[in-house]
T-cell receptor, first 113, second 112 residues
């Protein structure tokens, strides 16, 4: 059983489209995150949710909207995709807000053409 | 704010060589420190951690010691293998709701 699973693994789409990435964790964790990894491997946090409540919302364009229907799921919807959105997006979870043990998904490679 | 600085890569070594990847940090309070590893095409895996000054984290032959006086958490391994080739990330977490802050990653290449 995969602890943190993301779908899809690869996503190729045209500029201007709207797409979603889904994330689910079966660890019983309270907190989930989205991180963006750019072409130089730099990782930056985008959002965090704790028990479905938005906690961290870094400087991310409004085109990115996270949604957490329950504490086991955190989806990322992206409107009007741009070339610069091409990256690998990682979902992660931790026991709670102060938890040190993050578990990462295997990533979604988004390519905007 | 918090920040992590680690040596730029790629770092290329021969098998059985000694490895050091430097990591220094800036943070408020007393953060916990981590090393994560990313193998090609995979997500990040926790390699080791240290939660207070002078703690030593270790796993799979890798070690790092939390040095508060030099704000460092350098990763070392005595004898690297080809299978250690990956990208290594130093990271910190302060208390509270802040997420992990990562360094830019160091690409390690081990040649047979």
């Amino acid at each position: 059983d995969t602890a943190v699973s993301q779908t899809p693994k690869y996503l190729v789409t045209q500029m201007g489209n709207d797409k979603s990435i889904k994330c689910e964790q079966n660890l019983g964790h309270d907190t989930m995150y989205w991180y963006k990894q750019d072409s130089k491997k730099f990782l930056k946090i985008m959002f965090s949710y704790n028990n479905k409540e938005l906690i961290i919302n870094e400087t991310v364009p409004n085109r990115f909207s996270p949604k957490s229907p329950d504490k086991a799921h955190l989806n990322l919807h992206i409107n009007s995709l741009e070339l610069g959105d091409s990256a690998v997006y990682f979902c992660a979870s931790s026991q709670d807000l102060v938890g040190y043990g993050y578990t990462f998904g295997s990533g979604t490679r988004l390519t905007v053409v | 704010g918090n920040s992590v600085t680690q040596m730029e890569g790629p770092v290329t070594l021969s098998e059985e060589a000694f490895l050091t990847i430097n990591c220094t940090y800036t943070a408020t309070g007393y953060p916990s420190l981590f090393w994560y590893v990313q193998y090609p095409g995979e997500g990040l895996q926790l390699l080791l951690k240290a939660t207070k000054a002078d703690d030593k984290g270790s796993n799979k032959g890798f070690e790092a010691t939390y040095r508060k006086e030099t704000t460092s958490f350098h990763l070392e391994k005595g004898s690297v293998q080809v299978s250690d080739s990956a990208v290594y990330f130093c990271a910190l977490k302060s208390g509270g709701a802040d997420g992990l802050t990562f360094g830019k990653g160091t690409h390690l290449i081990i040649q047979p």
